[in-house]
């Protein structure tokens, strides 16, 4: 766990740092939505930008002004910093309207903070509906997120590197699947702070590096385990949420298990792999778009209920932790939506609010978990 903690809680990690001086380039991207296989078919390193380490909002909140998500504000605020000085590139997508401004506002700071924007800065855009327009929309933008990396890193990506990338990729999808299954099994093996970790992990890893680091934890994992003792087991959803300070806030600080999450970081689409056959392009644009359950893609809202049910029978979950960042409007209105009809089935469901990484409100959070789980105890009821 140790490889895994270390890139889940730092910015750069000792894998990064080897494969900087390699030679090897590397690019930050903001969103799950951005079809990592595409650069490491070009030999270059995808990083998930994330807004751990920040310690002020001076520079954010500049640019963005204080009343929206703080969780693209803190990626400003590192950019600002100096803390992605090691990227060669940065690919900005529209999940959400706060991270499609990072694109000008990190464009905007970039003049007043002297070499913070990577020379390569590419917009990706993603539409919010996966019918036959938007399907062709998507491979169009693959396409020419791809015409853009060859042309500026001087590289060539062919349909058999792509397959070769794809193939790698899935191969830690389906560690990943046997991971989810073993936080089902009444055996408690591993805890959600753990698994969190390793799946943030794998954001930041080089891939190799981290399928088999995965393949190895996850043949210790399987002998061993103790009881779960009684521990109530929770499922997290929400806001994107990079931070396994959280999930450690309600294990550690509640006695609580987390079995299942439902979040941009979290084990969310395990299992789902991408064929190794075909058009590599368009086997990419129906994974990531096609199969995707984040509530920004318009007219899903059924399918991402039923995902959640499924994965709440699968876990034998007792109780879903609803959590969004402050201002963050897509996740603030569909988990009122989800409290309604998980609640309308049986399922105890707790709505926080809250701001991202190093400025959440502990107390407060700790205190609204354990009210919540005095509440499961005493039958569910409201």
């Known amino acids: 766990m140790k490889a895994f903690y270390d890139a889940a809680t730092q910015i750069q990690n000792k894998l990064i740092f080897d494969w900087k001086e390699t030679g090897k380039k590397i690019v930050g991207y903001t969103c799950s939505y951005v079809p990592a296989e ?20 001076e520079i954010g909140d500049s640019y963005y002004g204080p009343f929206i998500c703080s969780f693209p ?17 940065a690919v900005i997508t529209p999940g959400c309207d706060a991270m499609r401004r990072l694109d000008e506002c990190w464009r905007k700071a970039g003049e007043d903070y ?31 997120l791809i015409k853009s990396i060859e042309k500026h890193f001087k590289v060539w990506i062919t349909d058999e590197k792509l397959l ?29 702070t753990e698994v969190f970790a390793a799946t943030v992990a794998g954001t930041v890893i080089p891939r190799e590096d981290y399928t088999d680091l995965l393949e190895q934890w996850l043949k210790k994992l399987k002998k061993s385990g103790k009881t779960a003792n ?28 987390v079995v299942a999450e439902n979040l941009c970081f979290g084990v969310r689409y395990e ?17 990531y778009l096609g199969k995707s359950v984040c509530p920004r893609m318009y007219g899903k809202y059924k399918e991402r209920l039923a995902f959640l049910q499924e994965k709440i029978g699968r876990a034998r979950v007792d109780g879903v932790i609803m959590q969004n960042i402050r201002f963050c409007d897509l996740h603030g209105a569909e988990n009122a939506l989800f409290e ?24 407060r959070v700790k205190l609204r978990i354990n009210a919540f789980l005095e509440r499961i105890a005493q039958g569910g009821k409201r």
């Open 38 to 57: 595409i650069f490491y078919a070009a030999d270059i390193l995808p990083v998930r930008l994330r807004g751990i380490e920040t310690d002020g909002m």
């Open 73 to 89: 504000k803190c990626i400003l605020q590192l950019a600002g910093k100096g803390k992605f000085s090691f990227l060669d590139g």
């Open 114 to 144: 002297q070499g913070i924007v990577p020379d390569y800065f590419y917009y990706f855009d993603v539409p919010h509906k996966t019918e036959a327009h938007g399907m062709d929309w998507f491979v169009t933008e693959i396409h020419n």
């Open 164 to 192: 070769k990338a794809i193939r790698l990729y899935n191969k830690g999808r389906r560690a990943l699947k046997a991971l989810e299954g073993l936080r089902a099994e009444d055996v408690l093996k591993v805890s959600g």
């Open 230 to 257: 009684g521990k109530k087991r929770l499922m997290l959803v929400g806001s994107i949420s990079d931070e396994i300070d959280l999930v450690e806030l309600v294990e550690k600080t509640t006695g609580a298990v």
């Open 271 to 287: 299992g789902n792999e991408i064929p190794e056959t075909g058009d590599p392009v368009e086997s990419l644009a129906k994974h």
């Open 340 to 363: 309604r009809d998980l609640e309308a089935l049986g399922i105890p469901c707790l709505r926080v609010e809250r701001e991202y990484g190093p400025l959440i409100e502990t107390g």
